[in-house]
């Protein structure tokens, strides 16, 4: 019978929250911020009086999703309902505003026709004047001083002219540019506030008192990106690394000076070393040009701008990689710029406004991305008590049995509940979830901007060592292995890497691949020199009765410019035959460690300041006489 009567009871008290509601401010206290989305908290004080009173909690957000909202009160009331509301005033303020910004417009263009029909007249003025140079008649003659008096008059008169017509033009040109910008304030879908919502929250006391209410909900147009700071001083120090967060939020609320809770959920210079693949080598019917990669080319990017279906910027758009904590915002222009990681990878871009959208992202081409609005709207949900029965619940179901029609929103707190407790997020401290407690206060302001927010500083303890791959670069570049990284907390994202002083570039923490150390790529140290040279008098190619010999060999050196010694391994490789009828001979390669699998060759050294080694490589390559193969 309980559930028969639920929908009177709802109905009752949702006419007496129509009757008579009382607006309530709310402050927020906090926000916890997720890779995707935000849990923000607000405080409110209310003086009750004896009876049901029902509260509106207004000038939330308007995306508030519906499962997550919570209420919890502290004093000797009961809470009976709580639902969420479109907040129609602020939608008839939002109409009144754009009723305003017409009528400025309507205004700009009265302005703006007014100087133009001046300007028609001083044109028109300064038109007759030139028609009529004609000063006196055929029989009239002219003194000097009244020749004078009359060119005087003409000349000063026209001048006037000229003058009135700039200001009159500067004017026109002014009042364009406000017409311009009311229009775009007008068409924009970002400019476009969204209507705000209202928590109703029925509760009953027996007596007057001062109430306190905690209400929670969590939202999605919100969200935060890794970004992180390497400094290296020099390689005989740690290095240190900086934690930040690029916070950003469009879901309609100020967030002022709140507590912040951070939640797991030369740019042209590539800074990761090359790496070699294996080298095979094929017979062909005709000479060819071997192509080796481009071992300067910057890491991989994508890069792109984001539009709406009229061709306009859209500016605050977030863009991530899809399952990856890597992303970034669009800034003014709608323009954004992306690190990606190895692999195939797809981009999901979201924004207040817009429908979401997913597309593969390519690192060589220019992305242009085209958003269609969302025709969402804000329904009503109304809901009571709880869904599932606890010991901080239990006094409430027992106070509202027989009013429960869904268990969509969480309701805390009555007179007779024992504890309260706060809602819990889960500090998972492993690699990927964790929180962040923000000591200092921030304000993150609802424009889609990401704000830099400091978290924190470390001075990590790391192994350095430099590799270089003559054969395809002859940078020496500089990693850094840290052993147990899953304790520093980290997330994928994009870094900012400094080398003695210097900017370097930004590079990419990809943790997907990393096992026990933690690799870390700080760039080229162009005090490291490093060459490779093909020794001619060595290199040859000789022709036997059916076959045919090519003879290589290289000389490799690498010099310590730096005032303190280096631990380096140099990378070089011998070719591994894709066919039977190839064969590899008399290889030379001094010193070196050899992998038969991979041909790949490793020289490690430690250099003092000033040291300088070679090393020398070399084989002959048998192959059929009627084929080629190449070797450059």
């Known amino acids: 019978m309980r559930y028969i009567l639920i929908p009177a009871l709802c109905l009752s008290l949702g006419v007496r929250a129509e009757e008579a509601r009382k607006p309530v401010p709310t402050t927020v206290q906090q926000v916890t911020v997720f890779i995707k989305g935000a849990q923000v908290t607000r405080n409110a004080t209310v003086a009750l009086t004896p009876g049901t009173t029902t509260l509106a909690f207004n000038g939330l957000a308007a995306d508030i999703e519906e499962k997550s909202i919570q209420v919890q009160g502290d004093g000797a009331f009961s809470i009976l309902s709580v639902s969420r509301q479109k907040n129609y005033l602020h939608e008839q303020q939002q109409a009144d505003d754009v009723s305003k910004l017409k009528a400025q417009l309507d205004d700009l263009d009265e302005k703006i026709k007014h100087e133009k029909n001046q300007l028609h007249v001083y044109q028109e003025e300064a038109t007759m004047l030139g028609k009529n140079q004609s000063i006196a008649g055929a029989n009239t003659t002219l003194t000097v001083g009244a020749l004078k008096d009359a060119m005087d008059f003409h000349r000063a008169r026209l001048t006037e002219i000229t003058d009135k017509e700039q200001a009159i ?112 080598l094929y017979l062909y019917d005709e000479p060819v040009q071997a192509r080796f990669q481009d ?76 958003l ?9 949900v109304t809901v009571t008590g709880y869904g599932e029965a606890n010991k901080d619940t239990y006094a409430l179901e027992r106070r509202v049995t027989g009013r429960v029609t869904t268990s969509k929103v969480r309701i805390r707190g009555l007179v007779s509940a024992p504890t309260t407790t706060p809602l819990a997020i889960t500090q998972n401290f492993s690699s990927t ?50 052993v147990n990284w899953e304790d520093l907390n980290l997330l994928e994202g994009e870094v900012s890497i400094y080398f003695e002083g210097t900017y370097l570039g930004r590079s990419l923490l990809d943790l997907q691949h990393t096992g026990d150390t933690l690799q870390l790529s700080l760039g080229m140290d162009k005090q490291v020199i490093v060459n490779r040279v093909l020794q001619k008098d060595y290199s040859k190619k000789q022709l036997l009765a059916n076959a045919s010999l090519a003879s290589r060999s290289y000389e490799l050196r690498v010099k310590n410019n730096k005032g303190v010694p280096i631990h380096i391994t140099i990378q070089d490789q011998v070719p591994l035959p894709a066919s039977g009828q190839v064969e590899i001979m008399r290889k030379e390669f001094k010193g070196a460690n050899y992998n038969e699998q991979t041909g790949e060759l490793d020289w490690l050294y430690t250099l003092a300041p000033a040291e300088e080694q070679k090393m020398n490589l070399s084989y002959t390559v048998k192959y059929p006489k009627n084929m080629y193969l190449s070797l450059d």
């Open 372 to 380: 269609q609005p969302s025709d969402k709207k804000l329904d009503e």
């Open 169 to 280: 033009e500067k004017n026109i040109r002014s009042l364009t540019e406000a017409q311009e910008k009311i229009v775009n304030q007008l068409t924009s879908p970002q400019k476009k506030q969204d209507p705000t919502s209202d928590i109703i929250v029925t509760v009953n006391s027996k007596t007057a008192l001062t109430a306190k209410f905690t209400i929670r909900y969590l939202v999605n147009e919100a969200g935060w990106y890794p970004n992180y700071d390497i400094r290296v001083q020099d390689i005989s120090h740690p290095l240190s690394l900086q934690y930040k967060a690029r916070v950003f939020q469009h879901c309609g609320e100020e967030w002022q000076r709140v507590k912040l809770s951070l939640s797991t959920g030369n740019p042209n210079d590539r800074t990761d070393k090359p790496t070699l693949s294996p080298w095979r």
């Open 433 to 482: 979830t964790f929180t962040y407690d923000i000591e200092l206060p921030y304000t993150i302001a609802s424009d889609g901007k990401p704000y830099t927010v400091d978290i924190k500083e470390v001075q990590v303890p790391a192994a350095y060592q430099y590799f270089a791959v003559p054969r395809l670069d002859k940078g020496a570049y500089l990693t850094a292995s840290v």
């Open 295 to 370: 071992a300067t080319a910057p890491v991989n990017q994508a890069r792109g701008r984001v539009l709406d279906n009229n061709g306009a910027p859209v500016a605050g758009a977030s863009v991530q990689i899809v399952g990856r904590t890597i992303g970034t915002v669009t800034d003014a222009s709608g323009n954004f710029s992306l690190n990606l990681p190895d692999g195939p990878q797809r981009l999901s871009i979201r924004v207040v406004g817009f429908e979401d959208l997913e597309v593969i992202a390519n690192g060589r081409d220019y992305n242009n991305v085209v």
